[in-house]
Every structure is written in structure tokens, then in C-alpha cells.
């Protein structure tokens, strides 16, 4: 269905590739949250400094985490009663060659599940959805490329929450070349869903029906909230990223 997880999927012209190079994120306890990408995910830790920030890697992907003294999670938020969510960055999702072995190494540690292993029918293929230290959801992907051992590949997808989905979908069309694969809509949850993809990455905008709010709404000036704050989308390495804001005011260096 995805090109990106067709396992005989098409060459992409250059000009359609584009990669997550990296993500800025708001921790809690920058220790604690390093901790559980290098034990859980493999990254190596490139630098770090106690309880300011840390910096770590895979394979060409950059994972900066920094904090403030006034971290909250989004646990801590307390919510309208007619809201769910709080608009932005929802989701980050890596491909990895063997979910079953990883979640069976996974067995008997710590680790928190949002969503069970299972098939996935809009993606076509097992996924799995954890929880990092501070709430962020982390979607694993069963890749159906023949990828050695169980490690993971480039992170290839990020979920939003927006307000307007039909001003999203044309912001990252017009502005970043992503084109639409599917627009559903699931009548239980009410969620409506749009997914674009460009090159081998994927953007998934959801729509909750005015059951969001924007944190601004929420939080005062001196308060951070834990969670992604920025991410960096780039096609060519020697590329100099600037920081550009979408039509919901997430801010993405591309």
C-alpha cells in the first residue's frame, strides 16, 4: 500500500527523497530519558551533560534532549473534560527488520505499551506502539525489506495533531512536496486521518473533532512541556536547515 514498506518498492527520484535527520525533545529528567533510548533503541550516547542535555545517535539520525526547570509531562496536564490531546507532534516511528525478536527481548523489563503488537491495516504491516519516560509515543513498524538481525533503520515517520487537517494536508503538499496516499476517517474514535509521504518518510495529520487543544492553552510562559519540539527533515547532508513553522505552528528545520 506505502511505498516504504513494500518490500519491492519502486527507485524514488532524488528530488522526492527526503530523511528525518533529527529530533529536538524536552525531557523531564534528561538522564532518564537518554537511558531508555540507549537501553530500549540501541542509540549511542555522542555527549552529554548531567541533567541539562544529551545528545545521541543512530546511524545518521540525531536525538538532542534538553530540559528546563519547569518540565511537566503531558501526564501531569490536566485536560478539559471535552478534550483529549494537546496539538503537535504526536508519534515517532522507526521500520526495524524483526518486531517479534525485539519484543521478545523486550519481555520482563520496563517498558511501557500504549498499543499491543498487532497487525496494522492501514500501514499493511505488524506495528507497535511504546512509551518513552515522559508519555511520547514511539511507533515500531515491521519492515518488509530484508534488513540483517534485528536492528533498527532511519527513523521514517512522525504523527501529528492538528486542528484542521485540510489546511495541513495542502501546508505539507504545497510547502515540503509531500503527496497524499489515503484520507480515512474512523467513526468510532472520530479521528480523522490523512497520510503524505514523500521519498521513504511519512507524515500522518489526525484530526480529533475539536478534542484538542493548543498548549498554549495550557501551560504559562515559564512552564515546558515534555515532548518533541522540533524536527529536522533534510534530502542532502551539506544542506544548511532553516527553521520553518507548519500551519499549526510546529517547528520543523528542513
Known amino acids: 500500500m506505502l511505498t516504504c514498506f513494500q518490500a519491492n ?10 530523511e528525518l535527520v533529527k529530533v529536538d525533545m524536552i525531557a523531564r529528567d534528561v538522564f532518564e530519558t537518554a537511558k531508555w533510548y540507549v537501553k530500549h533503541l540501541s542509540f549511542k550516547v555522542k555527549k552529554a551533560k548531567s ?4 545528545i545521541l545517535e543512530k546511524g545518521d539520525f540525531t536525538l538532542h534532549i534538553t530540559t528546563s526547570k519547569h518540565t511537566v509531562t503531558t501526564a501531569q496536564v ?4 471535552n478534550k483529549e490531546r494537546i496539538n503537535g507532534f504526536y508519534e515517532l516511528g522507526f521500520q526495524c527488520s524483526d518486531l517479534d525478536s525485539l519484543m521478545f527481548q523486550y519481555e520482563g ?3 511501557r505499551t500504549l498499543q499491543d ?4 491495516m492501514e500501514y499493511q504491516t505488524n506495528t507497535v506502539v511504546l512509551a ?30 492538528t486542528s484542521d487537517i485540510e489546511t495541513g494536508v495542502r501546508w505539507y503538499k504545497t510547502n515540503l512536496g509531500f503527496k497524499e496516499i489515503s484520507n480515512n476517517y474512523a467513526e468510532r474514535a472520530r479521528i480523522s486521518y ?15 473533532s475539536g478534542r484538542t487543544m493548543e498548549i498554549t492553552e495550557l501551560l504559562s510562559s515559564y512552564i515546558e ?8 527533515l533534510s534530502s542532502d547532508s551539506k544542506k544548511e536547515l532553516k527553521v520553518i513553522t507548519d500551519n499549526d505552528g510546529n517547528k520543523l528545520k528542513y
Open 78 to 81: 490536566k485536560l478539559p473534560l
Open 132 to 161: 518513552d519516560p515522559d508519555g511520547n509515543r514511539v511507533k515500531l513498524f515491521q519492515s518488509k525489506e530484508e534488513i540483517p538481525g534485528y536492528e533498527f533503520v532511519k527513523p521514517n515517520y512522525i504523527s501529528i495533531t
Open 9 to 18: 518498492c519502486q527507485a524514488v527520484d532524488s528530488e522526492d527523497q527526503v
Open 51 to 54: 541533567k541539562e542535555y544529551a
Open 109 to 111: 523489563r520496563d517498558i
Open 117 to 120: 503488537l498487532g497487525f496494522d
Open 225 to 232: 512541556l515534555a515532548r518533541i519540539e522540533v524536527i529536522s
Open 194 to 208: 490523512c497520510i503524505l509521504q514523500k521519498g521513504g518518510f511519512i507524515v500522518e495529520l489526525q484530526e480529533l
